[in-house]
């Protein structure tokens, strides 16, 4: 589940925490309950600041590295269909950015 997400991605929970952004510092968990610990995105990674988020109901907004960032969609659209995971997080990124 966690294969699309890497340390370093800006990400939300906005069930609970609304439109705060949060930066991914590592993960844990299982196969059963993935979970990845964050910290408020520009503000210092203090045990004040870190939450666990459930990856499974994470959304990924942005990336430090986009290697397919410049990519058109349709060509972006056949690398995902093939089963490229980078296409894949660059397809959820530009979805959850509108």
Do not use: Q
């Amino acid at each position: 589940m966690n294969s699309y997400f890497k340390k370093g991605d800006v990400v939300k929970l906005p069930e609970v925490w609304g439109d705060i952004l949060f930066e991914i510092e590592s993960f844990h968990g299982n196969n059963y309950l993935p979970l990845a610990t964050v910290h408020f995105l520009n503000r210092p990674a203090c045990n004040r600041n870190r939450c666990n988020f459930d990856i499974r109901f994470t959304v990924l907004i942005n990336s430090s590295k986009r290697p397919l960032k410049n990519l058109d969609k349709k060509l972006l659209a056949k690398l995902y269909v093939k089963g490229n995971i980078e296409a894949k997080r660059e397809f959820l990124i530009r979805k959850n950015n509108r």
